[in-house]
């Protein structure tokens, strides 16, 4: 479970308006935080959540039981570290770390992904939420050495961590 300030104190009404919300309202919220539709409906199927804990839970589970292609279509939503996506919030906070990166940085990061989107066929993700530019291009040399298999399990797991992220957002908005 990520550390949360928040995480055993939810805002008022917050589960309680995602529980409610209509079935389409609630993909279309979910959505936002993964894009993968499985991981979506399935962690719409567990609602109503008793607490945060238990969002949280259903998106451990939802994130363990993506296939291969909801990895994919997981992955296809999120913006390759060090170019977030102009207007998208999530991958702009998300990569602020890049902020005020030197060039020469910034250069090297964008050789490694190419080199692992060339080995791995998508793009290098990472929870990079508090981590420098450099902390992440440690990371993706790390990683580059990994088979397909291992690289796919450590991707679920940064996933999941984005997605608690994401979701505790959501509850800290949501009132």
Same mark, same amino acid.
């Given at each position: 479970?990520?550390?949360?300030?928040?995480?055993?104190?939810?805002? &008022?009404?917050? !589960?309680?308006?995602?529980?409610?919300?209509?079935?389409?309202?609630?993909?279309? !919220?979910?959505?936002?935080?993964? +894009?993968? +539709? #499985?991981?979506?409906?399935?962690?719409? =199927?567990?609602?109503?959540?008793?607490?945060?804990?238990?969002?949280?839970?259903?998106?451990?589970?939802?994130?363990?039981?993506?296939?291969?292609? %909801?990895?994919?279509?997981?992955?296809?939503?999120? =913006?390759?570290?060090?170019?977030?996506? &102009?207007? %998208?919030?999530?991958?702009?906070?998300?990569?602020?770390?890049?902020?005020?990166?030197?060039?020469?940085?910034?250069?090297?990061?964008?050789?490694? #992904?190419?080199?692992?989107?060339?080995?791995?066929?998508?793009?290098?993700?990472?929870?990079?939420?508090?981590?420098?530019?450099?902390?992440?291009?440690? =990371?993706?040399?790390?990683?580059?050495?990994?088979?397909?298999?291992?690289? =796919?399990?450590?991707?679920?797991?940064?996933?999941?961590?984005? #997605? %608690?992220?994401?979701? #505790?957002?959501?509850?800290?908005?949501?009132?």
């Amino acid at each position: 479970m990520t550390n949360h300030p928040h995480a055993s104190v939810d805002p &008022p009404g917050a !589960l309680k308006a995602l529980a409610t919300a209509e079935p389409a309202e609630l993909l279309g !919220l979910l959505l936002e935080i993964c +894009t993968s +539709t #499985n991981w979506a409906a399935a962690v719409a =199927a567990t609602r109503p959540w008793p607490d945060r804990a238990a969002l949280l839970a259903a998106n451990a589970a939802a994130t363990a039981a993506l296939t291969t292609a %909801d990895l994919a279509e997981a992955m296809a939503g999120h =913006a390759r570290i060090g170019r977030p996506r &102009p207007g %998208d919030a999530a991958s702009e906070r998300e990569q602020a770390g890049l902020r005020g990166a030197d060039r020469a940085l910034l250069d090297e990061l964008d050789r490694a #992904n190419t080199a692992y989107e060339a080995k791995f066929g998508h793009v290098f993700l990472i929870c990079a939420t508090d981590r420098t530019a450099d902390s992440m291009l440690a =990371a993706l040399r790390e990683r580059y050495p990994h088979t397909p298999a291992a690289e =796919a399990q450590v991707v679920r797991g940064e996933l999941r961590k984005i #997605n %608690d992220i994401r979701l #505790n957002r959501l509850l800290d908005e949501t009132r």
